[in-house]
């Protein structure tokens, strides 16, 4: 699986979007983008996933380059309660015979503020 | 509720003492898998089971047991328990998909924090 690089923190004040970026440039074409978030030692919670084309869903917006190296997801509207740490995880897709295993790295620390 | 059930959600033990945390799902998943997260590390998987009676290592199985009698239950057993194995441990269920998709959502319990003296 192609391995993901995050800033280990960022801030966001309440009400405006919160941007997290996601690098993943060694990414192989048939591996999807997964977002997972946890807040505050809470098990981890699915956000959103994709491939090639942008996604929205109702908690996020998933921005995926054209070249598929990077990633944005797009909290249009942080509030305080989406403060956690964000989880940019990049694997194949089921069905390969792989272990269906996801590999969290330390994730974003996205700090929400009024 | 579709959820994942992991007992007991705090517990403080003893060196060598052998404890197991049960895990228990109900939205039918084939797929359960165990991970333990300490600080700066992130989440790293224990062991995981595709269907019953099908488990496997994942990064970090020394020291832990599983079993998969029951597709609903996937208990982590701690056979003689160390410092060491201090941490926060999360137990999580997806369906098993049997065709190409991107849909490899896991649900997570609520975690079970664990304090080995």
């Known amino acids: 699986d192609a391995k993901t690089t995050q800033p280990t923190s960022m801030d966001c004040a309440e009400g405006r979007a919160a941007n997290l970026p996601c690098n993943h440039s060694t990414i192989s074409g048939n591996e999807y983008v997964y977002w997972y978030r946890q807040i505050h030692s809470q098990g981890p919670q699915y956000i959103i996933h994709?491939?090639?084309n942008n996604e929205t869903n109702e908690m996020a917006s998933l921005i995926i380059t054209e070249d598929r190296k990077s990633s944005t997801l797009i909290l249009p509207h942080a509030t305080l309660r989406d403060t956690a740490v964000y989880y940019c995880i990049v694997r194949l897709p089921i069905g390969t015979g792989t272990a269906s295993k996801l590999t969290f790295g330390t994730g974003t620390r996205l700090q929400v503020t009024l | 509720e579709a959820q994942v059930t992991q007992n007991p959600r705090y517990l403080i033990t003893v060196t060598g003492k052998k404890l197991t945390v049960t895990c228990s799902q109900n939205m039918n998943h084939e797929y359960m898998s165990w991970y333990r997260q300490d600080p700066g590390l992130g989440l790293r998987q224990i062991y995981y089971?595709?269907?019953?009676?099908?488990?496997d290592k994942g990064d970090v199985p020394e020291g832990y047991k599983v079993s998969r009698k029951e597709k609903r239950n996937f208990p982590l057993i701690l056979e003689s328990p160390s410092p060491n194995q201090t941490s926060l441990y999360f137990c999580?269920?997806?369906?098993?998909?049997?065709?190409?998709?991107?849909?490899?959502?896991?649900?997570f319990g609520a975690g079970s924090r664990l304090t080995v003296l």
């Open positions: 994709g491939l090639k």
């Open positions: 089971s595709m269907n019953v009676e099908v488990t």
């Open positions: 999580a269920s997806k369906s098993g998909d049997r065709y190409l998709t991107g849909a490899n959502v896991l649900t």
